[in-house]
């Protein structure tokens, strides 16, 4: 049995799926399996995925029955599909530094946590990007209670490594539209708060992630009323309420502080 089962939901990305690919198959840490999960696709998606599962035997793709609208959908479908102790997702536009999958393990061997991330180097769509090299000795990691996570989503999905056993105690994603480009958070949230553990996440940049125009995540105002959606939703299952709607004009503010810091200045997650 692999190790790790690594989950690439996909929807009609013929244009970068073979270059995301090649980045988890360059990982130093090759004891795992790859579900692509074709979401319906209408281009060549399809075609390269079983190209590559030909050449491979680690890859599997899978399809789901029709279109589901989102990457909830095809991660889910994953999950359940998933052969190994843990599973970490990388969206079908990311790549992977070759050392990342191996040091988040040796992160797991440390530090007891709920999530295990990484640090996201964010690049745009089109530009030249230079690989991301191995750090040297035992990368820096940053311990993240729930009281963090509560302020901004600190854990990229394409960084992300959960025990697997985790999903079958609080669920999988959810695959509501209003939860679309926030259900990563909205699982944070519930595997942190039903688990009591932090999430933790090395500090070396060791995926890149793409930002593509027209993605969700760019309109910002939609983007943060999800946001607060999922805040809400995680209160009100505690029940806080209250608490939130008395809070919610100065967490709308220092979220958007800190995203604006995170995105502009720094360039990375």
Request: with cysteine.
């Amino acid at each position: 049995m692999p190790r790790t089962t690594i989950i690439t939901p996909v929807y009609n990305g013929a244009a970068l799926l073979a270059e995301t690919i090649a980045s988890i198959l360059a990982q130093d840490d090759s004891d795992f399996e790859y579900l692509i999960v074709d979401d319906g696709s209408t281009d060549a998606s399809m075609e390269i995925a079983n190209a590559a599962a030909a050449q491979d035997a680690r890859i599997r793709v899978l399809q789901m029955p029709r279109n589901s609208g989102g990457p909830a959908g095809p991660r889910n479908l994953g999950i359940r599909e998933a052969g190994a102790d843990w599973v970490a997702f990388c969206d079908a536009d990311d790549l992977w530094a070759p050392s990342k999958l191996r040091l988040q393990h040796d992160l797991a061997g440390r530090v007891e946590a709920s999530i295990y991330g990484v640090t996201l180097q964010n690049f745009n769509h089109g530009d030249t990007i230079e690989p991301l090299a191995a750090p040297v000795g035992t990368p820096e990691s940053d311990i993240i209670p729930i009281s963090r996570m509560l302020v901004k989503n600190w854990i990229g999905l394409s960084g992300a490594m959960v025990p697997k056993a985790l999903f079958h105690t609080v669920g999988f994603f959810n695959e509501e539209r209003a939860y679309a480009a926030v259900e990563d958070y909205d699982m944070w949230l519930r595997l942190m708060g039903t688990t009591g553990l932090p999430a933790v996440k090395l500090k070396a940049p060791l995926v890149h992630y793409r930002i593509l125009p027209g993605s969700i995540s760019r309109n910002k105002f939609k983007h943060l009323v999800k946001v607060m959606r999922v805040q809400q939703a995680y209160f009100e299952s505690k029940g806080q309420g209250t608490q939130f709607r008395i809070t919610l004009p100065a967490r709308i503010l220092r979220y958007a502080a800190v995203s604006i810091v995170t995105r502009i200045f720094i360039g990375k997650l």
